[in-house]
């Protein structure tokens, strides 16, 4: 068990590393070139299945740069949150803004989703990312080559994809979304599965996406790796936004009991006894 | 001195008897094509109700499914009535040519392929639906990416329908009329030979049509056998 | 959805007609003859034909099923000429309008057949209703057509002269397989079953098993076979020409003789007996 001491430390650290403008070859990456900026505001959005309400009234108003992790115990509506953001779930009420437009299919277009378990199709490694970037009308084997690459899997580019390691089949999920020259990119958990080798190579390709622009929204259960990579955080209780600071002070200071006893590991429910939420 | 079925069918095969082989050939092309339609209503029809949610798909559904049950038989009483003279198409002069059969197959044949690819395609869809989601995919974009990820199923779809076709007599009987050189196929023709009680003959012709089939499952395995070593998952 | 629909029946259609092209202009004419099965699987047809397709280059197509359904084709329009052996119902059919006019072709006899060890004990017996009677008294396997053929017909009619009540028969001992007269003959040596057949159908047959000829000559056997064009005034698209071409050399004497002449093992099948027709008139 982390305590709060260790992840400041470590992310103080992640922080010095990175440089702010990246030494990132960027003639050779031409993934990571001219990402739009886009701010994401949610207002009074609501989702319910059936009588259970999954979110409540929740509002928002994200940076447009940076990462931001969504946090918050199970079940507390972290990827109907997410889901919601990236349109792929209409909530019942309230509205999704993008640089103040609702949201649309064409916002939809710039933007990628990540999901815990990668979804590749029976086809070869190459074949999954060629069939993203025909529907976009952008085949090009040069940038699909560049993506297996940034991946570090470019030695695996005719195998099945269905073949692949857990951890090389969640980079090429993370590839695929990255040839959608996303605006945005949603994280779902996406390392949850992996082994620290895997989960390194990620936050490293997700950490110099979101500095050449792309805004990163992610859902992790690693309060680590929101430290590591996150400038901001969002906790989330019951379908709710509890809490929303900045990375430094949510992991030093945290406000709300369920955020507290998060962080410290402990189970919280709002109809468990005090003692059980010490 | 009475022949065994498998030697009279093996010299029937060897002396190239010139009627034989214009029946496995009209056999053939009646089965193929009725398969390929088949196979391009079914899979459209398959796909979208395996993918779109509409009312009364359920209903569909099961009206899909038990279409697989119709009797060839009726199928070809009510393709003989509308291509009748006195039906409703008999214009188009299709009655006892190898497209009424073909027609008639088509109509069996297209059900089954629809029932079992919908399954096929509703079970990956279900894994697929998000990640489709999350790419903004258009409907047909969808339906092409599934049908080509369950290739290997939709073969065996396929092959099912062949083997129906390549089987069916009670459709082509009364849509064809079994007319000697014009619409005679080897199911037609063993039932004449049956007929006219010569059983070796329809025993041995029987052999033949099952080592057709044998034939071609062995050769589009071969191709599939590749794909396998891949360890498809 | 609709129009994914509407789309698939439109090149469902497209597709028919186009496949359909090249059946349509056939070189040669055609005429689509509607017959029972006996003068088909015995083989007279393959023997008969390829001289009137060689001397006038018509191509004769033999749809063969029963009587029955021969005659309901027809109707439909789905015939040139309808050759068959009910001579009532030819009747019928020609006063309804559907023919032009009847002609007799050949003749030959129906008889009735039964395994070796003759169970009824119907060989040697004078006249068939006698001996249709002692199969129905010691209830001994029948096998009937049941499929309103013309051998069906004369079958009824037999036990009809002997009063056997057939909506209430027995059937324990009557079998009506509804079938055409091969896969009657198969059941009815499966089962050890006496049947009536008629001459043609029974020599060519090759499911013989120890089966028999155990009743035959009897004068209410005869089997006569006509031939009618179908009529145009009912039946627009018929080929008259062409049929009445194939008529007229049916009924020939070259036709005649050869009908006469076929014959399997020196067993003659079928005897000719068309009237002598006048020279039909030049207009």
Not at chain 3, 149 to 168: F, P, R, V, Y
Request: proline residues 4%; contains cysteine.
């Amino acid at each position: 068990m982390l305590s709060k001491n260790t992840i400041l430390s470590e992310a103080t650290v992640r922080e010095q590393a990175i440089p702010a403008n990246g030494s990132l070859n960027e003639e050779r990456r031409s993934t990571l070139d001219n990402i739009p900026r886009t701010q994401l505001e949610l207002r009074t959005i609501s989702y319910r299945v059936g009588e259970l309400t999954l979110l409540h009234n929740v509002n928002l108003s994200l940076p447009e740069a940076g990462v931001t992790a969504v946090m918050g115990f199970n079940g507390a509506g972290k990827s109907v949150l997410l889901k919601i953001m990236h349109g792929i779930l209409t909530p019942n009420s309230g509205s999704v803004l993008w640089n103040q437009q609702p949201s649309d299919a064409i916002h939809r277009q710039a933007q990628a989703m990540v999901f815990q378990k990668p979804v590749l199709l029976k086809r070869s490694t190459k074949a999954n990312i060629d069939f993203v970037l025909k529907q976009r009308r952008a085949h090009n084997p040069t940038l699909r080559n560049e993506l297996l690459t940034r991946v570090g899997l470019i030695d695996k580019a005719q195998q099945p994809a269905r073949l692949l390691s857990g951890g090389e089949q969640q980079r090429l999920a993370l590839a695929r979304a990255l040839a959608c020259n996303p605006a945005v990119l949603f994280l779902d958990e996406a390392t949850a599965s992996l082994d620290p080798a895997s989960t390194a190579i990620i936050e490293r390709i997700v950490s110099e996406q979101s500095q050449a622009g792309t805004k990163v929204i992610m859902v992790t259960h690693d309060s680590a790796q929101a430290a590591r990579l996150a400038q901001q955080i969002i906790f989330l209780d019951s379908g709710t936004v509890v809490e929303q600071s900045d990375t430094t002070t949510f992991f030093s200071a945290p406000k709300t009991t369920a955020a507290k006893a998060y962080l410290d590991g402990r189970l919280y429910h709002p109809e468990l006894t005090l003692e059980d939420n010490r | 001195m009475q022949e065994s079925a498998l030697s009279l069918a093996f010299n029937l095969i060897r002396s190239a008897d010139p009627d034989l082989y214009e029946i496995i050939g009209l056999s053939l092309r009646v089965s193929l094509v009725s398969v390929l339609l088949s196979l391009i209503f079914g899979l459209a029809l398959g796909a979208t109700v395996a993918t779109t949610s509409f009312r009364g798909r359920q209903v569909l559904s099961i009206l899909i499914n038990s279409l697989m049950s119709l009797p060839p038989v009726v199928v070809g009483l009510l393709v003989y009535l509308a291509l009748s003279r006195s039906g409703p198409m008999g214009w188009l002069g299709l009655l006892y040519t190898p497209t009424a059969m073909i027609i008639a197959q088509t109509i069996l044949i297209t059900p089954l392929v629809a029932a079992l690819s919908r399954q096929v395609i509703e079970d990956l869809y279900l894994e697929y639906k998000e990640q489709f989601q999350s790419f903004q995919l258009t409907k047909f974009q969808q339906i092409n990416a599934l049908l080509w990820d369950c290739r290997y199923s939709l073969l065996t779809v396929a092959l099912a329908g062949l083997g129906r076709s390549l089987s069916e007599v009670g459709a082509v009987i009364i849509v064809g009329g079994n007319i000697d050189h014009l619409t005679r196929v080897m199911t037609t023709a063993i039932a004449l030979e049956t007929s006219k009680g010569d059983l070796p003959l329809a025993l041995a012709l029987g052999v033949i049509l099952l080592t057709m089939a044998l034939l071609i499952n062995a050769l589009l395995a071969s191709l599939n056998f590749s794909a396998k070593r891949q360890a498809y998952a | 959805m609709n129009t994914i629909l509407k789309k698939c029946l439109a090149s469902f259609l497209l597709a028919i007609v186009a496949a359909n092209i090249g059946n349509a202009h056939a070189e040669k004419s055609t005429v689509l003859v509607q017959s029972t099965t006996s003068t088909a699987n015995s083989g007279l047809y393959d023997y008969l034909l390829p001289l009137f397709e060689q001397q006038h280059n018509i191509k004769v197509n033999v749809v063969a099923v029963g009587t029955g359904q021969a005659i309901r084709n027809a109707r439909n329009c789905d015939a040139d000429v309808l050759l068959v052996h009910a001579k009532d119902a030819e009747d019928a059919f020609v006063a309804e309008g559907f023919g032009v006019e009847r002609f007799d072709v050949m003749y030959n006899d129906f008889v009735i057949i039964g395994p070796l060890s003759d169970p009824a004990g119907i060989r040697g017996i004078a006249t068939v209703k006698s001996a249709l009677q002692k199969i129905m008294d010691t209830k001994t396997l029948f096998a009937s057509r049941g499929d309103d053929s013309g051998t069906h017909k004369k079958e009824l009619s037999l036990w009809q002269a002997i009063n056997l009540d057939i909506e209430n028969v027995n059937p324990t001992w009557y079998r009506s397989t509804g079938s055409g007269m091969g896969a009657t003959i198969n059941t009815a040596v499966g089962l050890g079953a006496y049947t009536i057949t008629d001459r043609a159908t029974w020599i060519s047959f090759k499911n013989k098993s120890d089966y028999q000829i155990l009743f035959e000559s009897d004068p209410i056997l005869f089997n006569q076979y006509g031939v009618i064009l179908v009529n145009t005034k009912q039946c627009p698209s018929v080929n008259h020409q062409a049929g009445q071409q194939f008529i007229d050399w049916l009924l020939s004497d070259e036709a005649q003789t050869k009908i006469a002449e076929f014959n399997i093992a020196g067993q003659q099948l079928f005897y000719p007996n068309a009237q002598p027709q006048p020279l039909p008139i030049k207009k």
